[in-house]
């Protein structure tokens, strides 16, 4: 017996490496030292900062996994690995410095663990940070054949000075809201028993869209960090953030919110996009689950001064992300409270 023939291909290992080195490299900040291959990476911290905070997370992409690696949609879940971590880790106003992976798989396919890390490179050059490093392990016998699972990392940099962290939220601040790409990568426990209930196909089109549904679904989660760039060197005095994710709204939208105030959202204020209401219909969801379960259409919401509200919404607009008024902050926020009212819940 060999290693090869207990299910682990070393040298296939090494040429997989070999295959993504370029991908790798070319999101490289000048800050990073060294490259792909060492025991681990190396990033100074950019220049100029005198009180640094780091700041960290770690996310993965979930059951979507499931779907994409189905219809071979790899390069489009590596996206949403790093736009799961990134979109996280900017709502304290930090900038992404590096991303780091790990790729856990029954057998190593190269074609399709080359897309997932393309797609890692693709969501870290769109965000501005090195992907640093990463480990990818062949578990046969653990994973069947063909199947993976991400897991992502992040660590960004803020001055301490600019840390956004909600405390300076009060009653009268504009809520505003920052469209979706579509379900992002959330809900896909649900998403696929709708699917197998429904005998949706991959030739299934969307209903009120030119689009078919397992493109719509599959459509990888938009990265905010160009965006909370733009506004922060605008300057647009931004005093909250969240990242609409597992749990919709109400989960992570009082999440930025300081004790003393609650968010007031008016349900009326966007259509919800077509994907939904076709999960909706087709899954007959409850409307109070589908709130509790899906973003419905707001990918990240900024809390801004009432008299900022039309310079973050034309920021918006310049960076390319459609956004509009939400709500507003009111006070309240009893110890009872959920932080949020409004939603029909």
Request: hydrophobic share 40%; net charge negative.
């Amino acid at each position: 017996m060999d290693y090869r023939t207990a299910g682990v291909d070393v040298a296939a290992g090494r040429a997989f490496v070999d295959r993504i080195r370029s991908s790798v490299e070319a999101t490289h900040r000048p800050e990073v030292l060294g490259g792909l291959g060492g025991f681990g990476g190396l990033c100074r911290l950019p220049s100029g900062l005198s009180q640094p905070l780091l700041v960290a997370g770690t996310d993965g992409v979930g059951t979507k996994l499931e779907l994409a690696q189905a219809h071979g949609r790899h390069h489009d879940v590596g996206i949403d690995l790093v736009a799961m971590c990134v979109n996280d880790v900017i709502t304290s106003g930090a900038e992404p410095l590096f991303f780091l992976d790990y790729i856990a798989t029954g057998r190593l396919s190269p074609e399709a663990m080359a897309a997932v890390v393309e797609g890692i490179a693709e969501g870290c050059r769109q965000s501005g940070c090195a992907l640093l490093g990463g480990e990818t392990a062949e578990m046969p016998g653990f994973y069947g054949p063909g199947r993976y699972d991400l897991a992502g990392f992040c660590v960004a940099v803020v001055e301490e000075a600019a840390l956004i962290d909600g405390s300076r939220i009060q009653a009268g601040d504009a809520i505003l809201a920052v469209a979706s790409s579509g379900v992002h990568s959330n809900g896909f426990s649900l998403v696929r028993r709708i699917l197998e209930a429904s005998g949706a196909t991959a030739s299934t089109p969307l209903p009120g869209s030119d689009r078919g549904l397992l493109d719509a679904l599959l459509t990888p989660t938009r990265l905010y960090g160009d965006l909370v760039k733009a506004l922060l060197k605008a300057p647009v005095p931004v005093r909250g953030m969240a990242h609409i994710t597992g749990g919709g709204l109400p989960e992570n939208l009082p999440r930025c919110l300081p004790s003393g105030v609650e968010a007031r959202v008016d349900p009326s204020s966007w259509e919800r996009p077509p994907v939904f209401r076709w999960l909706q219909a087709a899954g007959e969801v409850p409307e109070s689950d589908l709130w509790n379960t899906f973003n419905l259409g707001v990918g990240y919401c900024l809390v801004v001064p009432p008299e900022a509200e039309e310079a973050a919404l034309a920021c918006c607009a310049a960076a390319g992300h459609a956004a509009w008024r939400l709500g507003e902050v009111l006070a309240g926020g009893a110890e009872d409270s959920s932080g949020i009212s409004g939603l029909p819940l």
